[in-house]
């Protein structure tokens, strides 16, 4: 069964300074605390960790994150993923009108058996499951950001 590329952009607009926001995006292990959809967070080694995540659809991803690139001075994060969904997901943290822009690209192909399987008819639905997901995310970590 082919694999079919997903690509997905998100801008958050957060109203913290870019140093706070790059710090909360880098600390994988708070993300269950301020992200609902990411159900655990386990650390594997320095420079990867094992997230399951679960959004609206009945289903879960099981990730691995390694870190290939952290520069703070130049607000460029990347990690490689494997598990379920094999691919990057990159970030740019810009300062921004008195806060913060988080830039957000993700390009995967879904290893899961299930969304491959499903792709040609649920398409549209995984890539809105997909914006359900970070419209929470981006809501948690402002929030989280707001307590800080």
């Known amino acids: 069964m082919r694999l079919t590329p ?48 679960r959004a609206t659809l009945p289903y879960h991803l099981v990730l691995r994150m390694h870190r290939a690139e952290q520069d703070e001075r130049a607000g460029r994060l990347r990690v490689e993923l494997t598990g379920d969904l094999e691919g990057s997901l990159a970030g740019l943290v810009v300062p921004h009108d008195g806060g913060t822009r988080l830039e957000i690209t993700q390009e995967v192909v879904a290893r899961k058996e299930l969304l ?17 997901m970070m419209r929470r995310g981006r809501r948690g970590l402002a929030a989280h950001l707001a307590r800080a």
């Open 6 to 53: 997903y690509r997905f952009r998100d801008t958050w607009s957060l109203g913290a300074p870019a140093s706070t926001v790059f710090a909360a995006v880098i600390d994988l292990a708070t993300y269950p605390a301020w992200w609902p959809d990411v159900r655990t967070v386990r650390k594997v080694d320095d420079e990867t960790a094992e997230l399951v995540c």
């Open 116 to 132: 491959r399987r499903l792709d040609r008819v649920a398409r549209p639905v995984f890539r809105m499951n997909h914006a359900l």
